[in-house]
T-cell receptor, first 115, second 109 residues
Framework: SQTIHQWPATLVQPVGSPLSLECTVE??????LYWYRQAAGRGLQLLFY??????ISSEVPQNLSASRPQDRQFILSSKKLLLSDSGFYLC??????????????FGDGTRLSIL | GENVEQHPSTLSVQEGDSAVIKCTYS??????FPWYKQELGKRPQLIID?????GEKKDQRIAVTLNKTAKHFSLHITETQPEDSAVYFC????????FGKGTRLHILP
């Protein structure tokens, strides 16, 4: 069966520090991968999605970036964090195919607090 | 692009009564409509989904209806229980999933 791992679970970082969040998927090949951010009590904001290695689409302009160095690995990064980057970051995967009508499955999330 | 509107933002229901959450979407090409439940501090989890070739789907106390002509779909929870308290998200998918802003459901004792 497929599983998705996301780490760390919580992270406290000072303003201006770098960020690296990692997500890996097991049990499937060539998944679509996604990064979402959820502010406290708010909805899910799509940040990036990827349909293959090295293919990243950005949904909102920001100081975050994403990379997919391997088929089942998705990394969210920042060179300098802002206070507004605080939130709950969720990685998700879905079956491959640009128009696949399959659900997304979420990781357990990383709660990021910027001080 | 797709836009999904979800109502209400907050819903309080007496235990044992039914709850209904409604969503509308803008892109007629959307063909897949999942619903997610998110408990406090946890990840969203898929609870039911419906594809565009179906008008209604039921799974025990949960049902979803889809009206493609009107571009709206709804989640129905019957005989609500305390563990149904959570935030519920609807979503619509063409090339990628777009989520509604969520409904916080409170089940009152």
């Amino acid at each position: 069966s497929q599983t998705i791992h996301q780490w760390p679970a919580t992270l406290v970082q000072p303003v201006g520090s770098p960020l690296s969040l990692e997500c890996t998927v097991e049990g499937t090949s060539n998944p679509n991968l996604y990064w979402y951010r959820q502010a406290a009590g708010r909805g899910l904001q799509l940040l990036f999605y990827s349909v293959g290695i090295g293919q990243i689409s950005s949904e909102v302009p920001q100081n975050l970036s994403a990379s997919r160095p391997q088929d089942r690995q998705f990394i969210l990064s920042s060179k300098k964090l802002l206070l507004s980057d605080s939130g709950f970051y969720l990685c998700a995967w879905s079956a491959s195919g640009a128009y696949s009508n399959q659900p997304q499955h979420f990781g357990d999330g990383t709660r990021l607090s910027i001080l | 692009g797709e836009n999904v509107e979800q109502h209400p933002s907050t819903l309080s229901v007496q235990e044992g009564d039914s709850a209904v959450i409604k969503c509308t979407y803008s892109d007629s090409a959307s063909n897949y409509f999942p619903w997610y439940k998110q408990e406090l501090g946890k990840r969203p989890q898929l609870i039911i989904d419906i594809r565009s070739n179906v008008g209604e789907k039921k799974d025990q106390r949960i049902a979803v209806t889809l009206n493609k002509t009107a571009k709206h779909f709804s989640l129905h929870i019957t005989e609500t229980q305390p563990e149904d308290s959570a935030v519920y998200f609807c979503a619509a998918r063409d090339d990628k999933i777009i989520f509604g802003k969520g409904t916080r459901l409170h089940i009152l004792p």
